[in-house]
C-alpha cells in the first residue's frame, strides 16, 4: 500500500511552540514500521513557521507575510534536521521535498513532482514534503499543507491518505464548545458532511482546522483515495488506518476520479467571485458539462480577473459548478445576457470553457 501521512503544526510543537522531539520520534517509528511491512510512505509536514517563531524568540506568531515566510525560512531547516536525526536513527533516508501549489496545476510540474517523489520511493527514501512557505503566496496562511496532502496523494495514486491532528477525528459539532457532539467514524464519498464548515485553526501555532481537513478529505475522495483524519496521539495509529480499523473518521474513495487540474478548481483553490446563470444555464452546464457563454449569465459578483477560479450559482444561489473566468469582472458584468454575435472584440464566446469547469456534487 501507498501512503501519504500528513501531520500539522499542533501536533509537532509543544505550547510554547517548540519542536516536539518526542512526537516525530513517534511518527517516525511508525513510519518505519510501515516500511517494515512492505509499505511505500510519504510524510506530509507542517511545523516551519512554528519552529521559525521559536527560533527566533518571538512571543506569538507573525501576521504579516513577509515576516511569515521569513520565519518559515528559518525554521524549515530546524524541522528537517529533527527528522533527518530520527530516520537515520532507524537507517531510513529522509529527503525533503518543498512544493508550491503551482506544482499540482502546471502540466509539467505536476510530472516532474511524481517523477521525483516516485524514485525517491524506489531508492528507499521517505520524502517529507511540506508547502514552499518561504516564496510561497498568501495560501501560507490558510493550513494549505492538508490540501497539499491531498494534492500529493493523487500525484503518485497513493491508497491512503491518513491527517494526523490534535483531535479524534470529524464530530457532528464542535466537541469544545458541545458537549453533545459525536465522533462520526465514517462518510461516504458523496457525503453533505464533506462541504460543511467545520470550525477554524485549533490551536495559535497552527493554520489549519477541520474544514482544511475536510477539504483535503474531498480531494482524496475524488482522487480514489481513502482518507483517515485522526488524533496523532493515537497509539498504532498509522497501522490502524493502514489496516481500515475503527479509528478517527474514514472518508470513502469516490469512484468518480478527476485530473489534477479539475480537482484543484473544484477543491482547492480559492473563488475570487461568482457568476449566476439562469435556468437554461444551469441545466446545460449540470447534465451536459457544456461551456458557459454569456447568454446564460444574470448577475456577476467579486473583482476577479481572466484565469481565476469563480463559483457558478444557479438562480437560487446554489453552487453548481466552479470554474476558470475567461475574462475578468468588469468584461463577465458588461457582456451578462449577450449573444455570442454579439460580443465586443476581443471577448471570449465562453464566459467559463468546459475544459476549465467542474460541476459539483449536489449537497
Known amino acids: 500500500m501507498r501512503v501519504v501521512v500528513k501531520i500539522g503544526t499542533s501536533s509537532l510543537t509543544d505550547d510554547a511552540g517548540r519542536i516536539n522531539h518526542s512526537m516525530i520520534a513517534s511518527l517516525v517509528e511508525q513510519v518505519t514500521q510501515l516500511r517494515s511491512a512492505g509499505h511505500e510512505v510519504l510524510v506530509v509536514t507542517s511545523g516551519a513557521v512554528a519552529a521559525g517563531v521559536a527560533a527566533m524568540g518571538m512571543d506569538t506568531r507573525p501576521n504579516d507575510l513577509p515576516t511569515l515566510q521569513a520565519v518559515a525560512a528559518v525554521g524549515q531547516s530546524r524541522l528537517m534536521e529533527s527528522y533527518n536525526d530520527l530516520f537515520r536513527a532507524q537507517s531510513v533516508v529522509a529527503a525533503q521535498v518543498l512544493v508550491v501549489a503551482h506544482d499540482f496545476v502546471d502540466r509539467r ?82 457525503d453533505p458532511r464533506l462541504a460543511v464548515s467545520a470550525g477554524a485553526a485549533g490551536t495559535a501555532r497552527g493554520s489549519g482546522g477541520m474544514a482544511s481537513k475536510l477539504a483535503a478529505a474531498r480531494i482524496a475522495s475524488w482522487s480514489g483515495v481513502r482518507t483517515v483524519i485522526a488524533r496523532a496521539t493515537r497509539e498504532s495509529v498509522l497501522a490502524s488506518a493502514v489496516s481500515d480499523s475503527v479509528i478517527g ?90 449573444r455570442s454575435d454579439a460580443l465586443g472584440d476581443g471577448v471570449p464566446s465562453e464566459i467559463v470553457h468546459r475544459d476549465d469547469l467542474v460541476v459539483m456534487p449536489s449537497q
Do not use: M
Not at 495560501?139 to 497513493?158: C, P, T
Open 109 to 190: 510540474q505536476y510530472l516532474h513532482c511524481r517523477q521525483t517523489l516516485t524514485r525517491l520511493l524506489e531508492l528507499g527514501c521517505v520524502p517529507v514534503i511540506n508547502e514552499n512557505d518561504a516564496i510561497a503566496s498568501d495560501e501560507i496562511r490558510y493550513g494549505d499543507n492538508d490540501k497539499i496532502a491531498a494534492l500529493v496523494s493523487h500525484n503518485i495514486g497513493a491508497d491512503l491518505l491518513v491527517l494526523l491532528t490534535d483531535i479524534d477525528g470529524l464530530y457532528t459539532a464542535d466537541p469544545r464548545s458541545d458537549s453533545a457532539a459525536q465522533l462520526v467514524s465514517r462518510v461516504a464519498a458523496n
Open 249 to 338: 473518521t474514514t472518508f470513502e474513495a469516490h469512484d468518480r476520479a478527476l485530473t489534477a487540474r479539475k480537482l484543484w478548481i473544484a477543491f482547492a483553490a480559492d473563488s475570487q467571485g461568482a457568476i449566476t446563470v439562469d435556468d437554461g444555464a444551469a441545466n446545460a452546464v449540470r447534465t451536459r458539462g457544456t461551456s458557459l457563454l454569456h447568454a446564460g449569465v444574470t448577475a456577476v459578483s467579486g473583482s476577479f480577473l481572466a484565469g481565476d477560479v469563480v463559483d457558478i450559482l444557479d438562480g437560487g444561489g446554489s453552487l453548481i459548478a466552479r470554474g476558470v473566468a475567461g475574462a475578468d469582472a468588469d468584461v463577465a458584468t458588461r457582456s451578462a445576457g449577450q
